[in-house]
């Protein structure tokens, strides 16, 4: 009986490695950067972020903390910076659960329904982002000014929006709604709608889809536009200071503070403005730890639910 040698396969594994690594190789070679360009780059972009990035983040705290713990402290406790501390939370508490309802339904009605006026809706909700924030802050002073289209029937009611909180909540919520429902429905359209079809398919009725299905799946998504609104609420400054009237004490907001005391005369209202910067600051790089995991937790979740 003819017999046929016995191979070790182990040979012939390793033969395909080094095939697969000089594929590789050749690949990179034909197609990639010499490596002198590529470090070259890659110096160019760290030193851009630092000059850009880093060095604007160390003058804000190096000038809030150069006339002390002390004075810090007082520019934080100031009665002027208090209310203007104050204001802006309370804008963000009034916006942010509003265009956080928003987003939510327009991006279940745009993810999940064909209807009409969606690419018109869509084109509304990025106006925004290509509207200056100081021409929308007009807009409102034109029609809710005292001289306005609006503005002799609601002194004739005493009713006062501009100079005043209601006209900084109009402005900052025309800024801040497109950035919840943008992040949905790009996390939505990816996502599909099977689960939702499933659900429905087994009887549950719409809000019971919505409340065990859907926003359950949309969870690290939403938060990370709930995030990217409430810093956007709180930083607002071209808008707001179009129909503020900047009240030292009543009308400014957190930024809009930082400038008046940025513009004083003196060292010490220079120090307090970066001082007041520096919560800005703080908040903002808390925003950005907390938008990174958000994401991550996102991009995991959709991840196991393409792969099940």
């Not at 995991?293 to 639910?305: D, N, P, T, V």
């Amino acid at each position: 009986m003819k017999t046929w040698p016995v191979t070790s396969p182990f040979p012939a594994s390793e033969a395909r490695d080094d095939v697969r690594r000089a594929a590789q190789t050749a690949a990179q070679s034909a197609t990639g950067e010499p490596r002198a360009l590529q470090w070259l780059l890659i110096l160019l972009a760290v030193a851009l972020v630092g000059l850009i990035l880093v060095v604007p983040l160390f003058i804000v705290f190096s000038q809030a903390f150069s006339q002390g713990w002390t004075l810090y402290r007082a520019s934080l406790v100031d009665p002027n910076a208090l209310a203007a501390i104050k204001l802006t939370l309370l804008v963000a508490l009034i916006v942010v659960p509003i265009n956080t309802v928003f987003g939510i339904a327009a991006a279940w009605a745009i993810t999940r329904f064909r209807f009409k006026g969606k690419g018109t809706l869509l084109t509304l909700i990025d106006l925004p982002f290509a509207v200056s924030p100081v021409i929308s802050g007009l807009v409102f002073v034109l029609l809710f000014g005292r001289r306005g289209l609006l503005g002799p029937w609601l002194e004739a009611h005493d009713w006062k929006i501009i100079f005043a909180l209601p006209g900084i909540i109009l402005a900052t919520l025309f800024v801040t709604f497109p950035f919840v429902a943008r992040q949905l429905i790009a996390f939505m359209e990816s996502q599909g709608a099977e689960e939702e079809e499933a659900a429905v398919t087994l009887g549950a009725n719409g809000f019971q889809t919505f409340w065990r299905v859907t926003l359950p799946n949309i969870k690290w998504s939403l938060l990370t536009g709930v995030i990217l609104c409430t810093a956007r609420a709180m930083g607002e400054f071209g808008a707001v200071s179009v129909v503020s009237g900047g009240v030292n004490g009543q009308t400014n907001t957190l930024p809009l503070q930082v400038e008046l005391l940025y513009n004083g005369s003196g060292e010490t209202d220079y120090a307090a403005a970066f001082a007041l910067s520096s919560l800005l600051t703080f908040f903002g790089l808390f925003t950005l730890a907390i938008k990174s995991i958000l994401e991550w937790k996102a991009a995991r979740q959709l991840k196991e639910g393409s792969s099940n």
